[in-house]
């Protein structure tokens, strides 16, 4: 009940056009902390593949950034492929790529993902290493 101030409110607690905040004041004296709490984070769907997504349903979407969204992989499928001969001693391959994963544009509202990625090295007619991953995600925001 100590809690409660004199007009039934949560003290510390404050619901505001954007949102709760709270409020935590230290007993040692130091400044007070105002956080706005966050929300569950909303499943949009599953994505694979690279691809675009459309998130102007989502209200307020000019306000997102790509902070607000995140993705949690279902699925990772790797394949290696290593035809040829035998020899590899000028084999050379030293490539990266990465999986970028996402950008958000808020002037669109379209979010562009990235979960595929491949790359090869040729040793002449001789042999050609190749890999390639691909991952299916769901995706979520949280605003």
């Given at each position: 009940?100590n809690?409660?101030?004199?007009n039934?409110?949560?003290?510390g607690?404050?619901?505001?056009?954007?949102?709760?905040?709270?409020?935590?004041?230290?007993?040692?004296?130091?400044?007070?902390?105002?956080?706005?709490?966050?929300?569950?984070?909303?499943l949009?769907?599953?994505l694979?593949?690279?691809?675009t997504f459309?998130?102007k349903?989502?209200?307020?979407?000019?306000?997102?950034?790509?902070?607000?969204?995140?993705?949690?992989?279902?699925?990772?499928?790797?394949?290696?492929n290593?035809p040829?001969?035998?020899?590899s001693?000028?084999m050379?391959w030293?490539?990266?790529k990465e999986?970028k994963?996402?950008?958000?544009?808020?002037?669109?509202?379209?979010?562009s993902f990235?979960?595929?990625t491949?790359?090869?090295y040729?040793?002449?007619?001789?042999w050609?290493?190749?890999?390639?991953i691909?991952?299916?995600?769901?995706?979520?925001c949280?605003?």
């Amino acid at each position: 009940m100590n809690a409660i101030n004199d007009n039934g409110a949560i003290k510390g607690m404050d619901a505001r056009e954007d949102g709760v905040y709270i409020t935590y004041v230290p007993s040692s004296g130091a400044d007070s902390v105002t956080k706005k709490l966050g929300s569950e984070p909303q499943l949009l769907g599953t994505l694979t593949g690279n691809g675009t997504f459309d998130c102007k349903k989502i209200a307020n979407y000019k306000q997102l950034t790509k902070d607000n969204f995140f993705i949690i992989p279902k699925t990772v499928r790797a394949r290696f492929n290593a035809p040829g001969g035998t020899d590899s001693s000028n084999m050379g391959w030293n490539s990266t790529k990465e999986l970028k994963s996402i950008e958000y544009n808020a002037d669109t509202g379209i979010l562009s993902f990235y979960l595929t990625t491949s790359d090869s090295y040729s040793y002449g007619s001789y042999w050609t290493k190749s890999y390639s991953i691909d991952i299916t995600g769901d995706l979520y925001c949280v605003f």
